[in-house]
């Protein structure tokens, strides 16, 4: 049976102070539709889900908690909209749920997540906006889940992490299931999740659960149009969002642990921001700062016994991308192109892929899956390579690695026998690299990162030590030094 909650006209007429609002969420059994805005300005999100019934959810947890998980939905798919700069954050029907740790996770996440928006558009004193209502004292209303679930929950979004994060829990003996979530900012929903069952077929994973999201604002004109705004680009806290809305995935089918596969690159910044002395960090919402934030607050106020970590969170890149040599056979399966999957080839993220490709793997393989082309002779990545390089005032806003990182695969490249106008560049300009000091830094694994359950990080870390002797070895050996 369908039901429904009215979603009531809501326009605010004051332009003097701009008023990011929630109106009324509606749901269905498959369906979660939201909608918000700033001002006259009115935007939606809608969640479709394969194997979760959010109707059955309600009757067994009860309205009110499901309400309490639909709100915090709501809340992270709406801070998109602080890229219009408002100045207010109006709870409307929901105020019940205002609390002094939502608020304070909410602004945290903003604050982080935009700062790069905040750099671009140059709003380097914008703390985010002010909520109209007071906080309340939380009642918990967080429950533990039954009939655990010992399955990992593994997040897929079908490029080069996915794959080392599928693979490590298959030779680790740990059976998981994977979240696979289409979003229409990056095309239409059929070829993305047709690409990632591509490479879901190559591994292991019992069940399948599939994420639809449908939205309106990113991909929207309005910075061309609602010229009153001043803004230039727009940013989502996409991640933190993500794990909001696979929250009916936990509930509906009990899982313990949520797993992503987020590495150790994502802790470091962009720049430093000299108006702010803050750190910008296109990745934050992947940082190991944002990890324990949300962990802890879902933990403390949705379900107890979840937990969410990043399996590769303890190394960087150098690691990763050698780990890719163990599934040959899956890697041209891979994407990561966020413009026009699986490759446009002239983004940053396609530049730092490929260049890593070929440096840790078969070259002959790479050119097949790009069809030949030489990225670093097209005129579109210089820009990327110089910022990669450390050449420029900051590296690609991209989900990339370091500039050390970067370095040592134009080195690795330039040994292959590689060519182009930006081996040219890194020649003539960075000249001299420390192989050995970078070997050291990156080609290593963090004991330290403690939240991968200790039933799965025995045998994961273990992997990933063995994996770190190997990337040393082949670096080592390629560039000619001494092992």
Request: aromatic share 12%.
């Amino acid at each position: 049976m369908f039901r429904d909650f009215t979603i009531l006209p809501l326009t605010i007429t004051n332009q003097m102070t701009r008023t990011l609002w929630l109106a009324p969420y509606t749901r269905s059994h498959h369906q979660l539709s939201m909608t918000f805005g700033v001002n006259d300005l009115r935007f939606s999100t809608s969640y479709w889900y394969n194997d979760v019934d959010l109707i059955e959810l309600e009757r067994r947890l009860g309205l009110d908690y499901m309400a309490t998980v639909y709100f915090h939905i709501l809340a992270f798919e709406a801070n998109k909209l602080t890229s219009l700069k408002p100045d207010t954050f109006d709870l409307g029907p929901f105020q019940r749920h205002h609390t002094p740790e939502f608020e304070e996770l909410w602004l945290t996440i903003q604050r982080n997540v935009w700062a790069q928006w905040r750099y671009e558009n140059n709003f380097p004193h914008y703390a985010g906006p002010r909520f109209l209502s007071q906080p309340t004292q939380p009642i918990s209303n967080a429950l533990q889940l039954a009939n655990h679930n010992e399955q990992v929950l593994l997040f897929c979004g079908g490029g080069k992490d996915s794959l080392v994060s599928l693979k490590l829990l298959e030779r680790a003996n740990v059976s998981y299931s994977t979240c696979a979530y289409s979003s229409s900012i990056y095309g239409r929903a059929t070829p993305q999740h047709q690409l990632i069952e591509s490479l879901l077929d190559t591994a292991t994973p019992q069940t399948r659960h599939k994420i639809w999201m449908y939205e309106d604002f990113l991909d929207s004109p309005v910075t061309r149009l609602a010229n009153e705004y001043q803004v230039t680009s727009l940013t989502a806290a996409e991640t933190p969002s993500s794990i909001f809305a696979s929250l009916p995935n936990i509930l509906q089918h009990h899982y313990r642990y949520l797993s992503l596969g987020h590495e150790r690159s994502a802790d470091a910044p962009n720049l430093i921001w000299e108006h702010t002395s803050e750190p910008v960090n296109h990745q934050w919402g992947k940082s190991s700062q944002a990890e324990q934030l949300i962990s802890h607050y879902v933990q403390s106020h949705l379900v107890t016994n979840c937990q969410y970590f990043s399996l590769l969170k303890p190394i960087y890149d150098v690691v990763i991308f050698n780990l890719l040599r163990q599934d040959l056979a899956s890697v041209p399966f891979t994407h990561s192109c966020n413009l026009a999957k699986p490759w446009c080839k002239r983004c940053a993220k396609c530049a730092y892929v490929w260049l890593n490709y070929m440096a840790y793997l078969p070259v002959e393989l790479v050119n097949q899956m790009f069809h030949q082309v030489n990225l670093l002779d097209l005129p579109d990545n210089q820009l990327w390579f110089r910022q990669m390089l450390g050449l420029s005032e900051h590296t690609p806003f991209e989900c990339i690695g370091q500039v050390n990182e970067a370095r040592l695969a134009f080195e690795l490249c330039r040994r292959k026998g590689l060519t182009g106008k930006a081996m040219t560049m890194f020649m003539e300009e960075v000249k001299q690299v420390d192989y050995q000091a970078i070997v050291n830094e990156y080609a290593t694994v963090d004991r330290n990162y403690s939240a991968i359950p200790q039933t799965i990080a025995t045998n994961v870390l273990t992997q990933l030590e063995s994996a770190a002797k190997v990337s040393r070895e082949y670096i080592l050996k390629l560039c000619g030094m001494p092992e």
